[in-house]
């Protein structure tokens, strides 16, 4: 219930009380006014049922009524009731007035009722409409840092592969190890260059043992072991230990297909590997290869020089 539906019967009795009052100090002897025509009690009764449809009417008919009957009875008059002898036609006319005002005001009434229901679902609409708002650009926003992150990545990438491509191959070997790094989340890593029996560390990243922060001849390394002899991606074993890596990859010559390096990863358990890191890390191998090939030639052309020269 509405607080104007609440307040309707209290309108009604005030109208009735200052009618009825008028009616009795203008008239105690015939409060019905018998001689008058339309009795003034139908004015509330016609407002009242303007503005509140029929439930105004027939509240404030009856309790018209009611106060009037009260009133001529307490000043020793009759019952008699509107529509009595003397204005049955102003009085029937006043009903129709008043029927027709409450239909128009119900019609108005049902009228207010659908426009609070469409407001309502405007309303509703225009918070859902808010609310999508909102999520797009909470959407925009993820994703313009996204397209950050991703920037920011690609532009790394671009650094690495550029590097191990180009560049020389202690730059190239420190880009594949910090790639390799990224792709397992090793906490250290190793690469070293081979030419059949001497061996040097071309680049390491992060501490590499509890027992030394610098990485040492890992000659007796299991897993770099094995990878070189098994010529494949190698796991640590079950029982490694400390000077064993998590991880090794050998790294071949494309053109004689000969051992040219070993990258060593720790720092990752060999669990957390999946198969598709093995072949990454046997990819980035590959694309190091021809760095770790320019080395040898290289270092294979300052030797002779060097024999020629003695």
Request: overall charge positive.
């Amino acid at each position: 219930m509405s607080t104007s539906d609440r307040w309707m019967p209290v309108e009604a009795a005030a109208a009735a009380v200052v009618v009825v009052g008028a009616v009795a100090l203008a008239s105690p002897d015939d409060v019905w006014l018998r001689g008058l025509g339309m009795h003034p009690a139908w004015l509330p009764v016609i407002v009242l049922a303007a503005r509140y449809g029929p439930r105004g009417l027939f509240t404030s008919l009856a309790i018209t009524w009611a106060g009037l009957t009260a009133a001529s009875l307490a000043l020793g008059g009759a019952a008699l009731g509107l529509g009595g002898p003397g204005h049955r036609g102003a009085d029937l006319v006043a009903l129709i007035a008043a029927t027709l005002a409450a239909w128009v005001g119900m019609m108005h009434e049902g009228r207010l009722a659908r426009l609070a229901g469409r407001l309502a679902d405007a309303s509703e609409l225009q918070r859902q409409a808010e609310a999508t708002v909102q999520a797009l650009h909470d959407s925009l926003a993820y994703l313009r840092t996204r397209h950050d992150r991703v920037d920011i990545a690609l532009s790394l990438w671009r650094n690495l592969a550029g590097r191990i491509e180009r560049g020389p191959a202690a730059d190239a070997a420190d880009a594949a190890i910090e790639l390799c790094m990224i792709r397992t989340g090793a906490r250290a890593g190793l690469i070293e260059l081979r030419d059949g029996a001497r061996v040097a560390t071309l680049a390491w990243r992060g501490p590499w043992a509890a027992s030394a922060a610098r990485p040492h001849d890992i000659a007796g390394d299991r897993t770099v072991r094995a990878a070189v002899e098994a010529r494949v991606v190698a796991l640590g074993a079950a029982d490694a230990t400390d000077t064993d890596s998590a991880v090794a990859a050998p790294v071949f010559d494309h053109v004689t297909g000969a051992l040219i390096g070993v990258v060593a990863l720790r720092g990752v358990p060999a669990r957390a590997l999946r198969p598709a890191d093995l072949r990454d890390l046997a990819v980035i191998g590959q694309w190091l290869a021809p760095a770790l090939s320019r080395a040898l030639a290289a270092t294979g052309a300052r030797r002779l020089t060097s024999d020629r020269s003695a």
